[in-house]
């Protein structure tokens, strides 16, 4: 597929890397692993993937199509203040990364997909809960927050689509931006706008929107036992909301996927004919009226000499019957 004429074509440095990254995403699924936990790009997304990849300019480097996960934070690091540096004993004792990465932390369920469970279903055992025990069983213990170095908390979380787009160059990367913004992901933004090197710029652009995210706490991991502390009937409205919230990311997705195209290839007339602009089409008028005028002057003048003989002809005509 062509670029938008308004783009400059990709440097080599962006197409050499196009290239191997296209070269992973071809590998079957089933070979096929990212660091996701799920491991592979996700299939309410691979249509938008391919449209993107398919586009000369751009190629995507990381996505998620939206997800409902529970997770329990990583081990907290005990005792760190006895071992760290002088210097870093002030920082905050550090947990896994948002997702369960890193310290320890484990996925207890993840759907890229909205959760189908009725009312009378155990939401507990739908969402990795199953073998938790409820806190008010061992009457709530106030002194719970005292140890929380030992505690472990346990999220439920929603988060919509994130997609990570390497750009050929700062005007491909204002166009991106500029149709996921349109589309709803008003918290989208890019990277690597500067180089260090002589090579060119090849920005990364983030899709994405915190708008639509939500967490809450449902439960605790102490001592290797997990404890949800939370109702069945809340669990039932966070699911709730996390379908409701699957259904706009959707839409959202949709927008973008028809702002991206559509901005990349110029729409058609009614009569077939590519749109233009108002600056395009003076250009194009202009090259017209040239080639008229270059056509014209490359034409023999006989015809001219034809038409004024003709003339003569009926003045002479005209004086002959008066």
Not at 29 to 47: C, F, L, N, Q
Not at 174 to 181: A, D, E, M, P, T
Not at 252 to 273: H, M
Request: with cysteine; proline share 5%.
């Amino acid at each position: 597929m062509k670029a938008p004429s308004a783009l400059p074509p990709p440097p080599p440095n962006f197409l050499r890397k196009k290239e191997r990254i296209l070269e992973a995403l071809a590998v079957p699924d089933a070979e096929y692993s990212d660091a996701s936990p799920k491991g592979s790009v996700d299939a309410g997304i691979r249509d938008l993937i391919g449209e993107i990849n398919a586009l000369d300019g751009f190629v995507t480097t990381s996505s998620c199509a939206g997800r409902v996960s529970v997770f329990v934070e990583g081990r907290k690091v005990a005792d760190a203040e006895k071992s760290e540096p002088e210097e870093d004993a002030a920082r905050p004792a550090t947990l896994a990364a948002v997702g369960g990465k890193g310290g320890g932390g484990t996925w207890l369920f993840v759907s890229h997909d909205p959760v189908v469970g009725d009312a009378s279903e155990d939401m507990k055992r739908l969402i990795g809960l199953h073998d938790s025990v409820d806190y008010d069983d061992e009457g709530g213990r106030g002194d719970s927050v005292k140890t929380v170095k030992e505690t472990r908390l346990i999220h439920f979380k929603f988060e919509p689509m994130i997609l990570h787009v390497l750009t050929a160059s700062l005007e491909h990367a204002q166009l991106l931006l500029r149709c996921g913004l349109q589309a709803g992901f008003r918290e989208s933004g890019a990277i690597n706008l500067t180089s260090t090197t002589a090579e060119a710029i090849t920005p990364i652009v983030a899709i994405r929107s915190m708008g639509l995210s939500f967490e809450s706490l449902v439960g605790i991991r102490e001592n290797d036992s997990t404890k949800c502390t939370v109702s069945d009937n809340y669990l039932h409205s966070l699911l709730r909301i996390a379908n409701e919230r699957f259904e706009e990311n959707r839409k959202r997705i949709e927008r973008f996927r028809t702002t991206i195209l559509d901005a990349s290839y110029p729409p058609k007339k009614r009569d077939g004919t590519e749109w233009e602009d108002a600056q395009a089409r003076r250009e194009r008028k202009r090259a017209e009226g040239l080639r008229r005028k270059a056509e014209l002057q490359g034409q023999p003048q006989k015809g001219g000499d034809t038409e004024a003989d003709g003339v003569d002809l009926d003045i002479s005509m005209n004086t002959h019957f008066t």
